[in-house]
């Protein structure tokens, strides 16, 4: 069974920091490219990063390009997101999410909820 | 602003079919495949439809996904009071770059 566990969410000050940690297990972590989606309270799903199974093809949206940067350790089945110069807007619960190709998700963590307040 | 836009609520009753559009353009769903989100109160999304038509195992097939052209559509038929969710459609978009969704659409099984 695919399992993805999300944790380090929690209360930031703006302008402050946080690392993501998503741990993955039921598959072959190694095979698979990996994204990171957010839902801030009330609203819709956005796309926020995704990297291909070697970390080859890194891709960022433009809201928070320059200022997250995603990452994974395939040996120990896990995708980070480093999260710097954090902002209120950037309060959401973050999901991990397996690609399952064709960029579609096929499996998803049941979220870190980040909250960016002073 | 989503890139994608779908209708943000449709309603039907229980047992009768509802459709949810989904439109975008050319450098997102004209050449990507369109996938298709349930979203239950309190919980992750979950994958309804991929690849445009497509169900992953233990997906009724009371769902089903169409593309044609720049848009999409979710039809579900049999509606039932558990379908109310949130339905999201999504893409990649190669202008962007970016992986892309829909703003959802609410779903009220009346």
């Known amino acids: 069974e695919v399992q993805l566990v999300e944790s380090g969410g929690g209360l930031v000050k703006p302008g402050g920091s946080l690392r993501l940690s998503c741990a993955a297990s039921g598959f072959t972590f190694s095979s698979y490219s990996m994204n990171w989606v957010r839902q801030a309270p009330g609203k819709g799903l956005e796309w926020v990063s995704s990297?291909?199974?070697?970390?080859?093809?890194?891709y960022y949206a433009d809201s928070v390009k320059g200022r997250f940067t995603i990452s994974r350790d395939n040996a120990k089945n896990s995708l980070y997101l480093q999260m710097n110069s954090l902002r209120a807007e950037d309060t959401a619960v973050y999901y991990c999410?397996?690609?399952?190709?064709?960029?579609?998700?096929?499996?998803w963590g049941q979220g870190t909820l980040v909250t960016v307040s002073s | 602003q989503s890139v994608l836009t779908q209708p943000p609520s449709v309603s039907a009753a229980p047992g009768q079919k509802v459709t949810i559009s989904c439109s975008g353009s050319?450098?997102?769903?004209?050449?990507?495949?369109v996938s298709w989100y349930q979203q239950l109160p309190g919980t992750a999304p979950k994958l309804l439809i991929y690849d445009n038509n497509k169900r992953p195992s233990g997906i009724p097939d009371r769902f089903s996904g169409s593309k044609s052209g720049t848009s999409a559509t979710l039809g579900i038929t049999g509606l039932q009071t558990g379908d109310e969710a949130d339905y999201y459609c999504?893409?990649?978009?190669?202008?962007?770059?970016?992986?892309?969704f829909g703003g959802g659409t609410k779903l009220t099984v009346l």
């Open positions: 050319s450098s997102n769903i004209g050449n990507h495949y």
């Open positions: 999410a397996r690609d399952g190709g064709s960029s579609h998700y096929g499996d």
């Open positions: 990297t291909s199974s070697s970390s080859d093809y890194i």
């Open positions: 999504g893409t990649w978009d190669s202008s962007l770059s970016a992986g892309v």
